[in-house]
T-cell receptor
Framework: DAGVTQSPTHLIKTRGQQVTLRCSPISGHKSVSWYQQVLGQGPQFIFQYYEKEERGRGNFPDRFSARQFPNYSSELNVNALLLGDSALYLC?????????????FGEGSRLTVL | SQQGEEDPQALSIQEGENATMNCSYK?????LQWYRQNSGRGLVHLIL?????REKHSGRLRVTLDTSKKSSSLLITASRAADTASYFC??????????????FGTGTRLKVLA
């Protein structure tokens, strides 16, 4: 069975540009969450979607947005990129919402903003 | 900060020795999880312990939870070079908006020397 897949794996953008990251959850998982991990730190929660509805949002500016599609895949969009947005963006899927069990992570999308 | 904290930040041991990592958190929880991350890749779930449990084992892993002290420890016995990785604890957190999210700690970087 395929695990959580993320695309692209690496990308380079310049300040002010926009980026879209994609995530496909494990088959049967209805929840997707997004995390930002800056080098040397733990993952920081950005969003959680469950059954296509936003169920949680972290302390990130409105430049960050996300959505979940009917097939439970998800996209994370970041507008007006800043140098500080350079990070590993991780997607995780789970069977249910938060508090229901383990998260299954993809390998991440490494974003570099120049 | 709402984030949990692990200590030590870094740990270097010889193969065959035991490794102990600690995690402290700030709010009441439903469960606490430990994850492993190899060098900038996705996180892998190791073990989940619920708030009404005090100890849990999985292979060479032993996790304890002390909710009165808001702390947990992860013990890896008979460590191997392949255990070299960063280890994170994650707790579910109820935000002021009424939604739950997982908060990851700052991580312990474990190096096992062959």
């Amino acid at each position: 069975d395929a695990g959580v897949t993320q695309s692209p794996t690496h990308l380079i953008k310049t300040r002010g540009q926009q980026v879209t990251l994609r995530c496909s959850p494990i088959s049967g998982h209805k929840s997707v969450s997004w995390y930002q991990q800056v080098l040397g730190q733990g993952p920081q929660f950005i969003f959680q979607y469950y059954e296509k509805e936003e169920r949680g949002r972290g302390n990130f500016p409105d430049r960050f947005s996300a959505r979940q599609f009917p097939n439970y895949s998800s996209e994370l969009n970041v507008n007006a990129l800043l140098l500080g947005d350079s990070a590993l963006y991780l997607c995780a899927s789970s069977l249910g919402g938060v508090r229901t069990g383990e998260l299954f992570f993809g390998e991440g999308s490494r974003l570099t903003v120049l | 900060s709402q984030q949990g904290e692990e200590d030590p930040q870094a740990l270097s041991i010889q193969e065959g020795e035991n490794a102990t990592m600690n995690c402290s958190y700030k709010t009441s929880i439903n469960n606490l999880q430990w994850y492993r991350q190899n060098s900038g890749r996705g996180l892998v779930h190791l073990i989940l312990i619920r708030s009404n449990e005090r100890e849990k084992h999985s292979g060479r892993l032993r996790v304890t939870l002390d909710t009165s002290k808001k702390s947990s420890s992860l013990l890896i016995t008979a460590s191997r070079a392949a255990d070299t990785a960063s280890y994170f604890c994650a707790t579910d957190f109820l935000s002021t908006s009424g939604t739950y999210k997982y908060i990851f700690g700052t991580g312990t970087r474990l190096k096992v020397l062959a």
